[in-house]
């Protein structure tokens, strides 16, 4: 086990359950052969209690009040988004003074790349020299954020995405109704977990319906939209999940229009009907308005305009073919 170990790895595959995981094996006084913790030593009950004297969980100070509870891509909206260097010079003494029993101190920084230009200085200082029972577990999905001297300093250990199956299997005894939501982001679990956890996921599948049957009038299909999305306080879609959405749902229009197969398989009969009167070339392009729509998205200038100006895009895109 290296001492300082950077996972990285898209988000909401479960790198930071991962971490900890980990943490806790490293920590444990009676690991088990599988390689896990036991779960039973004194160890492994303070870990569980979130107490380990011995272990330190660094996060943006937004997510402190949710921690424990906040699964990846669902962060809370008060105090800072980023880690800061006092956050980190906190760590000395954890890390230089001995630690309070006998076996490993552990760090997870989640995410690493939250840690801003001079919270990254100070912990590059620590990780200069660290005392040999001391590790580092940095999370990260943007690593090349961090400084190329953290970077060169840990081993990296890149996590891979679930295969659907798997990912499937996980939700299946947790969360029947995240499973639609898994090729709409990435096949990433605990997305979908959390999209499904906070009202987000019926607004994916209302969204998913509109667009599998939009009728014919832009209006209507953009004033849809507008009521499906709700504020954002409210469990509703940000507008940028909202143009991913039907960006991914075009792409996968022009998938099965030159490949005859689709991610979404859910919706294959819904993509096979659309895809008759569109041209892959309107959908392609349609695909690439919908790349400059999504860098507005976060301040439409007219929230109104913007949905109907993508409702008309996406309606002539599905009749390419006859133009
Ligand atoms: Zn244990």
């Keep these: 086990m290296p001492h300082a170990l950077l996972l990285t790895g898209s988000e909401g595959i479960g790198k930071g359950r991962f971490a900890l995981a980990m943490a806790a094996r490293l920590l444990c006084e009676a690991p088990l052969s599988s390689g896990d913790a036991c779960g039973e030593c004194p160890s492994c009950r303070w870990f569980a209690s979130g107490n380990h004297p011995d272990f330190r969980h660094v996060i943006p100070e937004a997510d402190v009040d949710s921690e424990g509870a906040f699964p990846e891509g669902e962060r809370k909206k008060s105090g800072s988004q980023q880690i800061l260097i006092n956050q980190i010079r906190a760590l000395e003494d954890f890390v230089f003074v001995g630690g309070h029993r006998s076996g490993a101190r552990v760090l997870v920084v989640e995410p690493a790349d939250a840690m801003n230009q001079p919270a990254q200085n100070a912990i590059l200082k620590i990780l200069e020299e660290p005392p040999s029972s001391v590790y580092f577990i940095l999370i990260s999905t943007h690593w090349r954020r961090l400084l190329p001297t953290i970077r060169s300093r840990c081993r990296k250990l890149p996590l891979p995405r679930p295969s659907s199956s798997e990912a499937q299997a996980w939700l299946r005894t947790r969360d029947e109704t995240a499973i639609k939501l898994l090729p709409l982001l990435g096949n990433a679990p605990l997305l979908a977990h959390a999209a499904s956890e906070s009202g987000r996921g019926s607004v994916y599948l209302g969204v998913l319906a509109s667009l599998a049957d939009p009728?014919?009038?832009?209006?209507?299909?953009?004033?849809?939209?507008?009521?499906?999305?709700?504020?954002?306080?409210?469990?509703?879609?940000?507008?940028?999940?909202?143009?991913?959405?039907?960006?991914?749902?075009?792409?996968?229009?022009?998938?099965?229009?030159?490949?005859?197969?689709?991610?979404?398989?859910?919706?294959?009969?819904?993509?096979?009907?659309?895809?008759?009167?569109?041209?892959?070339?309107?959908?392609?392009?349609?695909?690439?308005?919908?790349?400059?729509?999504r860098s507005l998205a976060s301040h439409p200038l007219n929230p109104q305009l913007f949905f109907e100006d993508i409702a008309e895009r996406y309606l002539r895109a599905l009749a390419s073919e006859r133009t």
Excluded: I
């Design 215 to 293: 009728g014919r009038d832009p209006l209507a299909l953009a004033a849809r939209w507008q009521t499906q999305l709700q504020p954002k306080s409210e469990g509703g879609l940000p507008v940028q999940a909202f143009v991913e959405t039907v960006q991914k749902w075009v792409f996968n229009l022009a998938l099965f229009k030159l490949a005859g197969r689709t991610r979404l398989g859910s919706e294959t009969d819904a993509l096979c009907r659309l895809a008759g009167h569109a041209s892959a070339g309107g959908l392609l392009r349609c695909y690439n308005e919908l790349m400059k729509a």
